[in-house]
């Protein structure tokens, strides 16, 4: 099993830069699918972005050339930066872990192991 653990959330005014991680204490962390998912109150869960195991990463359109999604096989951890903020970013952000058959952000059926979620809130 994974445990993916998220840290990095806070609050930050639109236009700002946040840095969430997500640690995965996996011996074969390698081989190891990342995506982070977001849902903001009374919306539907929102695929992010999703890094494969060679990091190839995959991005939603809304946070395409903003958002930065990067690994370290070394920390076992994922980063997603985030930057050029807007208010409607604000959501709680989930990492979720695997090894699926395709490693994308657009079906979070495909994830068996979530985290418990950091908060992201922007102000404008």
């Known amino acids: 099993e994974l445990y993916p653990v998220e840290s990095g959330g806070g609050s930050v005014q639109a236009g700002g830069t946040m840095t969430v991680s997500c640690k995965v204490d996996?011996?074969?962390?390698?081989?190891?699918?990342l995506a982070w998912f977001r849902q903001a109150p009374g919306k539907a869960r929102e695929g992010v972005a999703a890094?494969?195991?060679?990091?190839?990463?995959k991005y939603a359109d809304s946070v395409k050339d903003r958002f930065t999604l990067s690994r370290d096989n070394g920390g076992k951890t994922a980063y997603l930066q985030m930057n050029s903020l807007k208010s409607e970013d604000t959501a709680m952000y989930y990492c979720?872990?695997?090894?699926?058959?395709?490693?994308?952000?657009?079906?979070?059926?495909?994830?068996?192991?979530w985290g418990q979620g950091t908060q992201v809130t922007v102000s404008s």
């Open positions: 979720a872990a695997d090894r699926p058959f395709s490693c994308t952000y657009r079906d979070a059926g495909q994830y068996s192991y």
């Open positions: 996996e011996w074969d962390f390698r081989s190891v699918c």
């Open positions: 890094i494969d195991t060679d990091g190839s990463v």
